[in-house]
Structure formats: C-alpha cells, structure tokens
T-cell receptor, first 111, second 113 residues
Framework: GESVGLHLPTLSVQEGDNSIINCAYSNSASDYFIWYKQESGKGPQFIIDIRSNMDKRQGQRVTVLLNKTVKHLSLQIAATQPGDSAVYFCAENMGNQKVTFGIGTKLQVIP | DAGVIQSPRHEVTEMGQEVTLRCKPISGHDYLFWYRQTMMRGLELLIYFNNNVPIDDSGMPEDRFSAKMPNASFSTLKIQPSEPRDSAVYFC???????????FGDGTRLSIL
C-alpha cells in the first residue's frame, strides 16, 4: 500500500530572489535556536544560530530573525542560488544539550 | 579537521540479525548524539552522552536498541535483533559546550529486509 510520511512544506524560489523560511517553535523556555541545511544523502549542516537574548543575527547571505512573543523563527537567504536547494530545519534547545528539530522545509531553487 | 565520521554508510541485512553502527565524534567535543531519521517521524533523538556517560536515553525505541561510548573517540549503536521497521537513516552528531551547534556525520542508511 501507499506509505504515508511527513508532508514537508515546499518553497519554490527563482534563482537570484530572496528566500524566507519560517518556523514556529514550541517551548517558550528555549534559549538557543539553530538552522540546519540538509542536502540529499548528507547529514544536517549548521548554517546559523541565535540566542534568546537577540532578535536578529546575520551571516554570509543568511539572516535569522527571532520573535519570542509569538515563538517564531525565520531564515532569510539573500540572492538564492541553485546550491541552496535542500531541506532546512529549525531546532530549539530547551536549556540542556537536548535539541528538538522541526519537520523541515524543502527549498527548491528554479534556475 | 575531520568531521563526525560514521560507518558503515550503508547497511542491508535480514531481520533478526544484529546491526552495529559506529561513530567517531569530532575531537574535543564532550557531547555525542544518536538520531534516527525517517519519512514518517522526521529526525528523532535516540540517546546522548556527555563525557562518555549516557545522559538521556528516553528516545531509544525499545530494549532491542543499545548504545555505548567506551571512550571519547568512539561510540556504537546496536540493534539486536533487527526488524524491518528499524529501516532508517541513523545519524551521529557531536557538540561542544551548551548552546553550541551540533555537528552531524553523513549517516548510515540501514535497510532491514
């Protein structure tokens, strides 16, 4: 029979445009948040992180925004490239080393 | 520096057989994590160690699963006996201090026939 799996949200973006991937987290006590990128056949790769005492952090072509009021996290990728195509996970750390991952968002870059 | 190294990359075996997955964490990292990733359940934490001591094994599915970390540079995840529903990609990750990102290996793709 047909297998049922997680239905990953998919974001399709034209090459060169900016991408915004959103994530809702669950625990208001979480104090550390991480974005990971996972390409096919590979493990999740760290992109950028942010601590709860900040609301914005920038890296190279990526920006993470944190809104603690509504428990929302976003990842912005500037000038999206074909190599950015992957599944992106947000993760929250609840005060110890135990990290909880979201289900992921699949980013498809259209050349 | 080498990242987290997992072996084997792929394993295909028949149900009932013992399976052993191996992991070498990044040198100097005090934390080691075992995860399982499936289409049905996403990425799940199975167990994690701090300084070679198991801290939280609440994610281990059942007694058929066991994990050890005999020293700071090596860990194993064992399934005995294996079942088809154990088929998944198993990741090992290591991390330094609290509030630092974990670094993942490229996983072991396990298929139990």
């Amino acid at each position: 029979g047909e297998s049922v799996g997680l239905h990953l949200p998919t974001l399709s973006v034209q090459e060169g445009d900016n991408s915004i991937i959103n994530c809702a987290y669950s625990n208001s006590a979480s104090d550390y948040f991480i974005w990971y990128k996972q390409e096919s056949g590979k493990g999740p790769q760290f992109i950028i992180d942010i601590r709860s005492n900040m609301d914005k952090r920038q890296g190279q072509r990526v920006t993470v925004l944190l809104n603690k009021t509504v428990k929302h996290l976003s990842l912005q990728i500037a000038a999206t490239q074909p190599g950015d195509s992957a599944v992106y996970f947000c993760a929250e750390n609840m005060g110890n080393q135990k990290v909880t991952f979201g289900i992921g968002t699949k980013l498809q870059v259209i050349p | 520096d080498a990242g987290v190294i997992q072996s084997p990359r792929h394993e295909v075996t028949e149900m009932g057989q013992e399976v052993t997955l191996r992991c070498k964490p990044i040198s100097g990292h005090d934390y080691l994590f075992w995860y399982r990733q499936t289409m049905m359940r996403g990425l799940e934490l199975l167990i994690y160690f701090n300084n070679n001591v198991p801290i939280d094994d609440s994610g281990m599915p059942e007694d058929r699963f066991s994990a050890k970390m005999p020293n700071a540079s090596f860990s194993t995840l064992k399934i005995q006996p294996s079942e088809p529903r154990d088929s998944a990609v198993y990741f090992c990750a290591s991390g330094g201090r609290k509030n630092q990102p974990q670094h993942f290996g490229d996983g072991t793709r396990l298929s139990i026939l």
